[in-house]
């Protein structure tokens, strides 16, 4: 019984501090539905429609520079704290700004808060997990993006049916919202989960290894027997106490020999995930496939499926990462985007990207990404940094992710309207071949090891 309880708490803290997943999900899905409406209204230049999307991107950059010092500093849960203030106010401060310069102040700041919840949530998860569960409970995180994404494009869809048949007509005060300028609602809807995130996270507690880094080990102690038991307490405090007495905790670490190659391995994956064109699907789908000749309604219900198979998938990793290993999911998975991105590009290249194929291309494409580097990228890079330093370490790798985000959210327009979309698509397959390289000779299998095994499988493996 006692067990089962741990696992019920556990699993409690890691859903709560998997819904700044959600909320990454839907603030970067969300854009996929408004981008058609918002360039209309403003007349926005190809460049200019690039920076509505970026400008998220930016900000994400902005925050992850500043926030693995801060939750180094001050700890992991203030930092998710203020993340879920950034989620609210950027919500608001979209559905009702009064022009596109304000409504980039407020994706900027929605950005902050996506960038801050990519590196803190996954992080806050796999300090507070057991080894054999630890895959699948910061999965959970990656299967909340996917649902976030998911409820995006629903909401998207929803709300267009909505102010197409009249529904919020007869409210004067909602007409402009809902009605002449839907896409307020769309980014406003986010401000609803990012105050229940708020909520939530005030009743979590600190990472027990953040208090243990800080000295705080009766605190850390009563956190870890509540979510593992006693025996599990013991054991876990005795080996991250040892771990430390090798770590210097200094940005110098990063440089040591074992240490620089797992930063090298998160900063490379984190960058080839985004620059396979994940985002290409997830920001401009409805572009791509009204380029394709889908009417606009059309083009946000496969949104709808996209966001399905996303999740399915997501869910189909979460059982699999901690039975037969992070590797195996990456490899296959990057293997089937490489077809899927080839076969996408050749369709639009032969004229044949007005009809089902191409859907099915990309809904193969999600499936694997899914399966594979979404979840295995965000678990790895929650693992393999030291206690000291992770939330420096894990800072570093996710300006990287942001970077690449913000590179192709800026250059899918003008790409798709220069390079046409074969070229964008064979060009997003190319990066699946670094990809795989990477994942078979540099990256090691983490299956079933406690975060400290892992650093020493760094400084042993490259101190000989």
Not at 119 to 125: A, D, E, K
Request: with cysteine; proline share 3%; net charge positive.
């Amino acid at each position: 019984m006692t067990s089962l309880l741990h696992k019920f708490r556990l699993t409690g803290l890691a859903f709560t501090a998997a819904l700044g997943g959600f909320l990454f999900g839907y603030d970067t899905a969300v854009i996929s539905g408004t981008l058609s409406f918002v360039r209309d209204q403003f007349d926005l230049t190809a460049g200019l429609e690039g920076w509505y999307v970026s400008s998220a991107l930016v900000g994400c950059v902005f925050s992850v520079i500043w926030a693995g010092w801060l939750s180094d500093r001050f700890g992991r849960k203030i930092i998710l704290l203020l993340t879920a203030i950034l989620f609210s106010l950027s919500a608001i401060g979209c559905a009702l700004s009064s022009g596109f310069s304000s409504l980039i102040i407020f994706r900027f700041v929605g950005g902050m808060g996506v960038g801050i919840a990519s590196m803190i949530s996954p992080m806050y998860i796999s300090e507070i997990s057991p080894p054999g569960q630890r895959g699948r409970l910061v999965a959970l995180y990656q299967l909340a993006i996917t649902i976030g994404i998911l409820a995006a494009f629903f909401v998207n869809s929803w709300l267009l049916n909505a102010s197409n048949t009249g529904a919020f007509v007869s409210n004067p005060s909602l007409h402009l919202i809902f009605k002449s300028e839907v896409w307020r609602a769309m980014l406003g809807m986010e401000s609803l989960p990012a105050l229940v995130f708020l909520i939530l996270v005030i009743t979590i507690p600190e990472s027990p290894r953040w208090l243990i880094v800080n000295k705080k080990l009766e605190k850390a102690r009563s956190i870890l027997v509540r979510i593992v038991g006693e025996e599990g307490t013991v054991k876990e405090m005795k080996e991250i106490q040892a771990t430390m007495a090798m770590e210097t905790g200094t940005w110098k670490m990063l440089l040591e020999p074992g240490i620089k190659v797992a930063v090298f391995l998160g900063v490379s994956l984190a960058m080839l995930a985004q620059f396979t064109g994940i985002d290409a699907i997830i920001y401009y789908g409805p572009r791509i496939m009204e380029q394709a000749g889908f009417a606009i309604g059309e083009a946000l219900g496969s949104q709808v499926f996209i966001g399905i198979i996303n999740v399915v998938f997501t869910l189909l990793a979460i059982w699999l990462i901690d039975r037969i290993g992070r590797k195996p999911l990456l490899l296959i998975g990057t293997a089937g985007m490489l077809i899927s991105l080839t076969s996408i590009g050749l369709l639009f290249f032969f004229g044949k990207a007005d009809g089902l194929l191409l859907l099915v291309f990309i809904l193969v494409f999600i499936a694997c990404f899914a399966f594979s580097l979404g979840p295995v990228v965000w678990v790895l890079l929650a693992e393999i940094y030291p206690n000291s330093i992770r939330g420096r370490a894990m800072s570093i790798a996710t300006v990287a992710t942001w970077i690449a985000t913000s590179i192709i959210g800026q250059l899918i327009p003008v790409s798709m309207d220069n390079l046409g979309p074969a070229n964008t698509f064979w060009l997003f397959a190319l990066f699946c071949l670094p990809t795989l390289y990477i994942g078979w000779k540099i990256m090691p299998e983490t299956k079933g090891r406690t975060l400290e095994e892992i650093e020493l499988h760094w400084i042993k493996s490259f101190r000989k």
